[in-house]
């Protein structure tokens, strides 16, 4: 990345302050699942380590809401083999290798799950030698998967403590098929937080909604907690013809919040995922 | 930020500015976006926003491709009208647009073409990044009605890249119910001046390095400044064994000062659905 110059200042003094040198890297997957919605949507993991890193066993924290209770659970699984400079280990479907290593409690064994997942590993000194890639995927009517990548996000500095801002369609745009929009929020910080979201009409830049998210999942949000509201477009206030929304979300509190948005098609429910624009 | 790409452009060193007078202008880079035919007709949709509660902003568009006939070509072309207060424009076939538009030279306007495009939000500065979004979808019909589409935001030009490491992770063949995957890899010079890459496939199993080779040996020429360059299929590779299913990628600009970034995409063998994502940089 691009270093601004005064953390490029920042970083030359940490060179010769050996205690500050960061001895673990945690990123966060903002959305990990195995749900049935439109279709049966699992997430795929790969975890790649750069060549010349030293060997690292990270350990993977999951934390969901549970539908059974509402509880947070908050499950760890280290990885069962040690990762060398240059190598990648796969999950096929992450959520069943926990519940396969029995982290996941009796209760929500058998029920649709839905969290973020941040991985942790000791030793390492620089984001950029840890590689989360995940791929949620579901099978397409005619074989084969349609899915969404996403990147895992450094845990420290994710996220905004301000305003997060995204612009969403919906509708038919020519070729680009017909879309409905979902949004997640996350939240990366440490302490419960509630948001204040703003719809806007994109079209026009008259205020559609305000509303607080915990007035409509009946919380804050945990912390490492990740809340989805789907096909916004339909959602009570926002008028049927509306194609362009711009919604913010700001903290209600202090925290640190992102975003995330999905672009699906409505023929073939294949997602097309962003993240939020965050201001610093 | 340190620098601004447009700025060069119009011959404006960027040593010329005062330090630490923030730039009156925004950029976007997004590392790809196409018109053209391969498995399917893939085409990119851009989705570019204003968030700004007052400011009416010119946005200017570059369009920076390798023409059929070898050449760098760049097109610019102006969204108009200028982009109001919380004002979004959408465009279905942005590379279209440009050729309705004139900004495509009459020797490409009937070609498929490939590049990178930068977007510049004259009134919105870096500082206030977070107010500009500039979003591409790449999509191609599915066989059986509605489309099939990666996307990814276009991400601020001041930050993008890295003078050191770019590294990301790959597989290849079947993962269970994930499907039979295969992956293409996307690189691209953010700038400044021409570069070379530096290209490594590590095994993802071994850690052993694979293949080591200069991007100029298979493209048959150096990155120009916005330029991206994609390997289809790279397990494909001669060097790499038919039986290696995980690969770490590794690029470095061979030329110091220049920043490299890089994407992979990982795409059903089957449905010819792509899951798009940025490679780390160090």
Same mark, same amino acid.
């Given at each position: 990345m691009r270093t601004p110059r005064i953390a490029a200042a920042a970083s030359a003094i940490l060179l010769f302050?050996?205690?500050?040198?960061?001895?673990a890297i945690s990123q966060r997957i903002p959305v990990v699942t195995q749900v049935q919605g439109v279709v049966f949507y699992r997430t795929f993991l790969m975890v790649g380590v750069a060549s010349g890193s030293p060997t690292v066993t990270p350990r993977m924290t999951l934390t969901y809401r549970s539908p059974v209770d509402g509880s947070v659970q908050t499950p760890t699984l280290t990885l069962p083999e040690p990762i060398a400079g240059g190598q990648a280990q796969t999950f096929e479907d992450v959520i069943q290798t926990f519940k396969d290593s029995g982290l996941i409690r009796p209760q929500d064994q058998s029920v649709g799950l839905f969290g973020t997942l941040e991985v942790t590993a000791d030793a390492l000194t620089d984001p950029s030698q840890l590689s989360l890639v995940a791929r949620t995927f579901s099978p397409a009517a005619g074989g084969g998967t349609n899915g969404i990548a996403y990147v895992g996000r450094d845990a420290q500095t994710a996220g905004s403590g301000s305003r997060i801002v995204a612009f969403l369609r919906n509708g038919t745009f020519g070729s680009d098929g017909t879309t409905r929009a979902n949004i997640g929020f996350v939240n990366e910080g440490a302490t419960p937080v509630d948001l204040r979201i703003t719809y806007l009409d994109a079209t026009t830049g008259a205020k559609i909604k305000d509303f607080t998210l915990s007035s409509v999942v009946s919380r804050p949000l945990g912390p490492g907690e990740v809340v989805q509201l789907n096909n916004v477009f339909v959602s009570a206030g926002v008028p049927g013809a509306t194609r362009l929304m711009s919604v913010t979300a700001t903290p209600v509190t202090a925290g640190r919040i992102s975003g995330y948005a999905v672009q699906l098609d409505s023929v073939t429910s294949d997602g097309s995922f962003f993240l939020m624009t965050e201001e610093p | 930020m340190i620098r601004h790409s447009l700025g060069l452009t119009l011959?404006? @060193?960027? @040593?010329l500015l005062p330090s630490g007078i923030a730039q009156a202008e925004h950029t976007k880079s997004v590392p790809v976006v196409t018109q053209v035919q391969g498995a399917a007709l893939y085409r990119t949709s851009m989705t570019i926003s204003n968030g700004n509660a007052a400011v009416t902003t010119p946005v200017n568009m570059r369009f920076s491709y390798r023409a059929p006939d070898g050449s760098f070509q760049i097109a610019q072309l102006a969204i108009s009208p200028n982009l109001g207060p919380r004002k979004v424009q959408v465009f279905d076939d942005i590379v279209q647009e440009f050729k309705d538009q004139g900004a495509i030279r009459a020797a490409d306007v009937n070609s498929p073409l490939f590049g990178t495009l930068l977007v510049t939000f004259d009134t919105i500065e870096d500082d206030n990044k977070f107010e500009a979004a500039a979003v591409a979808r790449t999509y191609s019909a599915a066989p059986a009605g509605g489309t099939l589409g990666i996307a990814y935001a276009g991400r601020c030009f001041c930050l993008t890249g890295s003078q050191g490491r770019v590294i990301g992770a790959m597989r290849s063949g079947v993962f269970g119910n994930d499907g039979s995957t295969r992956a293409n890899l996307g690189i691209i010079n953010e700038g400044f001046g021409t570069t070379d890459v530096q290209v490594s496939y590590f095994d993802g199993d071994s850690g052993n390095l694979l293949k080591t080779f200069a991007l100029s040996s298979r493209a048959g020429h150096v990155l120009e400044e916005n330029e991206v360059y994609q390997i289809n299929n790279l397990f494909a590779d001669p060097a790499v064994p038919g039986t290696t299913t995980k690969l770490v990628v590794e690029l470095k600009a061979l030329t110091n000062g220049v920043y490299v970034s890089g994407y992979g995409v990982q795409l059903d063998n089957t449905t010819q659905d792509g899951a798009f994502f940025f490679f780390e940089e160090e």
């Open positions: 302050v050996p205690a500050l040198v960061v001895s | 011959g404006i @060193s960027a @040593s």
